[in-house]
């Protein structure tokens, strides 16, 4: 199984950025796992962003709720996370991540910057 993000970049306090996840090596169980957007800032731990269970509703990070919208695609085996009103405290590394109840896998991160 891989993931591959892309979509990071540089960006001003106010604007946005798509961030997408490709998955492969998983067929047609792709629906059977919870999917998340998950970020870590320099000398923080790694934090859920946004997630979505194989069965249920997204759910958000209190700090990003309004702003973040996850998004899975079962026919692409895509997950993608769209990001509004970026804010500086919004910089950090964000990972892809699928799991079931005997699998975790982890995209190789990719680097959102906000700043003027």
């Known amino acids: 199984v891989q993931l591959v993000e892309s979509g990071g970049g540089l960006v001003q306090p106010g604007g946005s950025l798509r961030l997408s996840c490709e998955v492969s090596?998983?067929?047609?169980?792709?629906?059977?796992?919870?999917v998340g957007w998950f970020r870590q800032a320099p000398e923080k731990q790694r934090e859920l962003v946004a997630q979505?269970?194989?069965?249920?509703?997204?759910n958000y990070a209190p700090a990003v709720t309004g702003r973040f919208t996850i998004s899975r695609d079962i026919a692409k085996s895509t997950v993608d996370l769209q990001m509004n009103s970026l804010k500086p405290e919004d910089t950090a590394v964000y990972y892809c991540?699928?799991?079931?109840?005997?699998?975790?896998?982890w995209g190789q991160g990719t680097q959102v910057t906000v700043s003027s």
């Open positions: 991540n699928i799991r079931s109840q005997v699998a975790d896998y």
């Open positions: 090596g998983t067929g047609i169980l792709f629906s059977w796992y919870d």
């Open positions: 979505i269970m194989s069965a249920g509703s997204p």
